[in-house]
């Protein structure tokens, strides 16, 4: 029967010569019906004394027959002619890619940097009472402080102690915090918060901050600069040079504004405000005064602006994908 | 507030910066300064010049040619048409370049065949007083060229200083001599003491004070004539048309101690008391402005009626006017909390509230009182010079004839000293604090140089010499309310040291892994699998028209309540962006507000597929399994239900999540419900497959009415019962009018062996039966 085994070598030689395409060989050859298969059902007829080696001589054709089937398959793939390039065409993909708002992706990339650093996020309310936002913060009703916050007040329907709002920064979120965590503390608070304001091209009557905290027994002045100068370097990859400005919040003391300067620019510009965490305001949430760090409360708008050249703060709400899908 | 920069080189004669670098010194050292606006650049290119000669102009007969020196080389030309030019007079000349303003601008040019380099200008083209008709006429002082910058007094720069930067530096900063006092602090240059006229204690007046209310309370009486002249007047901007009214704008604004005028006419008996109004007390302010009063207000009162609401504004029925001949000056110290109260409540933040509500000490009223004595005295001889005021003499020539004015006596009532308490301040709690290694030394001369009494009370005493770290007792200068705990000192000393001295520092840092906030995470990875599946992130505003939590004080009177869904503002978004052709993706995750909570939603649009919106919720739907997929949770506890057509319902386990409604297209989830209901699960290894699957689609043809999602629910939980089915999936329908033809797709696998065609048939036949036994369906 061996004649069986090489007439089909031999076939397929010739096959190979006159040219047949690797699938045309695959066909006729090794398919369910091709030429290995029925010799494999003849094997019946084989005496069965010769079956063994019958059966071992047909497989190793066929694995002959595989192989060179194989090889003649990857030269066919190698192409004569070169491929048509196209143009980038939204049309060649199914899915058009999505986007995360630039806040969100910015929000996300502090926190990865404060996080390095040992941050952890902490989420607040941000309808709050007016003691978190203000009389815990040393800003008690009738304080001249409350000015710097344009409050959106919310219609309380019982009678409460303290009136109900939509937090006007995230710094009560510290407070928070602090009262339901003992010392030290290191943790970062972005959310949105809520002004009583007349829109125009740099004000908004809902925007977000990154509040921070760091207060341990020894974060002073100096920490703050340099954790800070850690943050700008890698959050903008730049060489960012920082200015601290005497300044003042009634819930830090000393208070400072933040500013920054590009390494090509010669302006410093304004981007937050920060200062050590106030005595009275540990009190009020009756942490031992022998603790000391500072606090921080970023407008991620504002930084987003100064990073973009941004100059309209309405963009970030105007929910255009003109406007999304640039970032 | 605004300070101009020559009023800063009065108080600090000495002082060799200029304005720029003073707002530098400020804006480091201090608080900011906003601005500094240099006020000659209104008078660019525009000098004295000296008309040497005039000729007739050849080819007109109501024009002339002036020869005018403009202090250079040669002299110029100019043509000009007015009648009171002559020989030998000083004139206002613009040259090329100069901008009127009204906007003209000068260049030379032909005037009827004669080039005229330049303009000699009138008092109304140049905006400043004087006749109306013809040039204006300059005095003899200044030299040809001279800039009219110099003529006009605006040689000199305004600094703009935000009031809310000083925080409670406006207690002893809101104010020229504030100001000019922490320069001189800052530059160690001596600080002139301002004039001052000290009348006779012989004031007629008996004050009746409660000193809860009132500290200190001064009067002073005058005889006085109703038009005099203020000096100094343009650095206040705007003037009223009472010189008494801007006498005492003028010193609040000089001093920082407000200081009102009555006229004494209109005042009742000798008796002044200060008090709290009556609950209901009526009491009328100036400009007729009716106000009901507290017992949380402050009231001045002679003897029959309220004269003023104390430290807010003066009353109606005591003010000064063109008939007054006599007057009384009050200049007091009132409770700030009392005064911020009032003001903030009747909403008349007056800039004599703002200076009272941050505190004044008792000295400040004193000063306030003994300089509006001095400028009456001045005012008496104050003779107005050309240009110095932008008046002209003419005008007020007939005010110099007249001096009546008599000095009458004042009443001091109350304590004359602020008393501060010591505060202790020990030098390594600085350097702690700072991060710096200052030396004792170094702290003490920088609270002295802010004029702080230092004592150190560890300085090792008798025997001298303590190597000990000093132990201060401050006592701050009478006039820094604000200077009350060590930290407010550490804080002078860090801004004199300077805050860019101190080095940015990391290496004390201890080393600390931040914890995740699980539901931060969530939603951080929520947003990144819907970016994945082409959605974009949007923003919108949070306020709505109606909802749980209303707003005392909306942003928008359409929307007076925090939105308690997102659909709204989703809707608005797609219809911002329905410019966009294609298909667009957005989602929002967002806070929303309850009365009594606030949840995380999310809200998920496609644009709908107009022809078969069952592929869009599919599509959605789909999505939706995804993100779950992506974040870890079991979906397989997801059910959607359809009680009203078009509106799908979801929820998770019992627990609904939210809805989708084929109205607009919107699915929207509360996030928060998800979380919590959610049942987290880690993959799970599963040995890879050694033998192949096997695929088959079928075909079941059932009533139109059964739903595809039944359908779904039978094939998965059969696929539940038999181990060899890995996959079921839904894949086509087909709807012809009396049945629809579903199509799932197949999948077996055993894990011991090559499943034969002959298994895969029995297991086929076998879940077909299976779905046959619970619905009608035919295997097509």
Redesign the interface.
């Known amino acids: 029967m061996q004649h069986i085994i090489e007439n089909i070598r031999t076939e397929f030689q010739q096959a190979k010569q006159e040219g047949h395409s690797a699938q045309e060989l695959w066909q006729t050859f090794l398919s369910r019906n091709g030429k290995i298969s029925q010799a494999f059902e003849q094997i019946t007829e084989v005496d069965e004394s010769e079956r063994k080696a019958f059966g071992q001589n047909l497989n190793a054709l066929k694995d002959e027959i595989y192989q060179e089937i194989q090889e003649l398959k990857s030269q066919e793939q190698s192409y004569q002619e070169p491929i048509e390039i196209l143009p980038i065409s939204a049309d060649a993909i199914q899915e058009e890619r999505g986007h995360i708002s630039i806040i969100s992706q910015t929000i996300y990339e502090m926190q990865n940097i404060f996080e390095r650093l040992g941050f952890s996020v902490v989420q607040g309310r941000q309808m709050e009472t007016e003691w978190y936002n203000f009389d815990a913060l040393n800003i008690p009703a009738g304080h001249p402080a409350r000015d710097m916050w344009d409050t959106v007040w919310v219609q309380d329907t019982t009678e409460t102690e303290h009136g109900t709002l939509m937090r006007t920064h995230t710094s009560p979120v510290q407070i928070r915090h602090m009262e339901e965590h003992k010392p030290p503390y290191r943790i970062i608070a972005p959310g949105p918060v809520y002004r009583y304001e007349a829109t125009d091209a740099t004000h908004e009557t809902v925007f977000h901050q990154m509040e921070g905290l760091m207060v341990d027994e020894t974060t002073n002045i100096a920490t703050f600069k340099g954790v800070m100068e850690t943050f700008f370097r890698y959050l903008f990859d730049e060489e960012i040079e920082i200015r601290l400005r005497p300044s003042y919040f009634p819930f830090t003391e000393p208070s400072f504004e933040i500013d920054l300067k590009w390494p090509e620019s010669d302006e410093w510009l304004e981007v937050f405000g920060a200062g050590m965490v106030h005595k009275q305001v540990l009190k009020n949430v009756g942490v031992n005064p022998q603790y000391q760090g500072f606090a921080f409360g970023m407008g991620i708008e504002r930084i987003i602006m100064l990073k973009y050249g941004i100059t309209d703060i309405r963009h970030f709400h105007s929910a255009d994908l003109g406007f999304i899908q640039q970032f | 507030m605004q300070i101009r920069f020559s009023t800063i080189q009065h108080w600090v004669p000495e002082l060799e910066l200029s304005a720029y670098e003073v707002a530098d010194v400020l804006?480091?050292?201090?608080?900011?300064v906003d601005e500094v606006t240099y006020l000659g650049e209104q008078w660019n290119h525009m000098v004295v010049g000296y008309v040497e000669s005039v000729e007739e102009h050849p080819d007109a007969d109501n024009l002339r040619v002036a020869i005018v020196d403009v202090g250079e080389s040669e002299s110029r030309r100019i043509v000009c048409g007015a009648d009171n030019l002559q020989e030998g007079l000083y004139v206002p000349v613009a040259k090329e370049g100069a901008v009127l303003p009204d906007g003209t601008e000068i260049e030379s040019r032909t005037i009827r065949g004669e080039q005229s380099y330049g303009m000699i200008c009138s008092a109304n083209e140049l905006q400043v007083r004087g006749k109306e008709t013809g040039i204006k006429v300059l005095s003899e002082e200044h030299e040809p060229g001279t800039s009219l910058a110099t003529v006009f007094g605006d040689e000199d720069y305004i600094l703009e200083i935000d009031t809310?930067?000083?925080?409670?530096?406006a207690s002893d900063s809101m104010s020229y001599y504030g100001v000019s006092r922490e320069i001189a602090n800052l530059t160690g240059k001596e600080l002139k003491t301002p004039e001052r006229t000290v009348p006779e204690e012989s004031g007629s007046y008996t004050i009746k004070r409660d000193p809860e209310l009132c500290k200190r309370y001064l009067t002073l009486e005058a005889t006085t004539v109703s038009h005099l002249v203020m000096p100094r007047l343009r650095d206040i901007g705007e003037l009223s048309n009472s010189p008494l009214v801007d006498l005492s704008n003028y010193v609040m604004e000089e001093t920082g101690q407000p200081v009102h005028i009555f006229d004494a006419r209109k005042l009742s008996g000798s008796q002044i008391t200060i008090r709290t109004a009556e609950p209901g007390e009526e009491f009328e302010a100036l400009g007729e402005q009716k106000l009901v009063l507290t017992e949380e207000d402050i009231v001045i009162a002679d003897e029959e009626k309220v004269i003023a609401l104390a430290g807010v504004i003066g009353g109606e029925n005591s003010k000064v006017d063109e008939y007054t001949d006599s007057i009384v000056v009050e200049s007091a110290q009132f409770n700030s909390?009392y005064v911020?109260?009032t003001a903030?409540r009747l909403n008349l933040l007056t800039d004599a509230a703002?200076r009272f509500?941050?505190g004044l000490p008792v000295e400040s009223a004193r000063m306030g009182i003994e300089r509006v004595a001095w400028y009456l005295e001045q005012m008496q001889q104050f003779v107005v010079k050309e240009g110095d005021a932008r008046m002209d003499v003419s005008e007020f020539s007939w005010h110099l004839e007249q001096e009546r004015l008599s000095l009458g006596g004042i009443t001091d009532d109350g304590s004359t000293e602020t008393e501060h308490e010591p505060v202790s301040l020990s030098s390594p709690q600085v350097r702690?604090?700072?991060?710096?290694n200052i030396e004792d030394e170094r702290i003490q001369q920088y609270l002295e140089q802010i004029e702080c009494t230092v004592t150190n009370t560890n300085d090792g005493g008798f025997w001298g010499g303590s190597s000990e770290p000093a132990e201060f007792e401050v006592t701050p200068p009478y006039y820094r309310l604000d200077l009350t705990?060590p930290?407010?000192l550490?804080?002078e000393v860090?801004?004199l040291y300077g805050?860019?001295e101190?080095?940015?520092?990391?290496?004390?840092?201890?080393?600390?892994?931040?914890?995740?906030?699980p539901?931060?995470e969530f939603c951080?990875q929520f947003?990144?699998s819907?970016?994945?599946?082409?959605?974009?992130?949007?923003?919108?505003?949070?306020?709505a028209s109606e909802g749980e939590?209303?707003?005392?004080?909306?942003?928008s009177a359409e929307a007076p309540f925090?939105r308690s869904t997102l659909r709204p503002?989703m809707r608005?978004?797609v219809q911002?962006?329905n410019r966009?052709t294609?298909?667009?993706?957005?989602f929002e995750i967002?806070?929303v507000?309850f009365?009594d909570m606030?949840h995380t939603h999310v809200s998920m649009y496609i644009t709908p597929n107009a022809n078969h919106i069952a592929k869009t919720l599919q599509a959605i739907r789909t999505h939706l399994h995804t993100v779950l997929q992506e974040l870890s949770v079991n979906e397989e506890q997801v059910h959607i239900t359809q009680h009203t057509p078009g509106e799908i319902t979801i929820y998770y386990d019992e627990i609904e999540l939210g809805a989708y409604s084929a109205q607009d297209g919107i699915l929207e989830l509360s996030v928060t419900k998800l979380y919590e209901a959610a049942e987290f699960q880690q993959p799970q290894f599963e040995e890879l497959p050694t033998y192949p699957a096997v695929k088959r689609d079928i075909t079941l043809s059932v009533a139109p009415d059964l739903s595809i999602e039944t359908l779904d629910t039978l094939f998965q939980q059969y696929r539940k019962q038999r181990n060899v089915c890995r996959r079921t999936e839904y894949m086509d329908v087909y709807y012809a009018d009396t049945y629809k033809n579903v199509t799932f797709h197949l999948e077996y696998r055993s894990a011991d062996h090559s499943l034969t065609d002959e298994e895969v048939n029995t297991e086929v036949q076998r879940l077909v039966e299976a779905i046959q036994n619970e619905i009608d369906a035919e295997w097509v």
């Open positions: 804006t480091h050292k201090s608080y900011e809310t930067a000083f925080g409670p530096r909390a911020q109260r903030r703002k509500e941050k702690s604090y700072l991060g710096i705990t930290e407010e550490i804080e860090g801004r805050y860019d101190i080095p940015a520092e990391t290496s004390h840092i201890s080393l600390k892994v931040a914890e995740k906030n539901f931060y951080k947003r990144y819907l970016k994945a599946l082409g959605y974009n992130e949007v923003h919108t505003y949070p306020y939590v209303k707003l005392q004080n909306p942003v925090m503002g608005r978004a911002k962006n966009y294609k298909e667009v993706r957005l967002a806070a507000f009365s606030e």
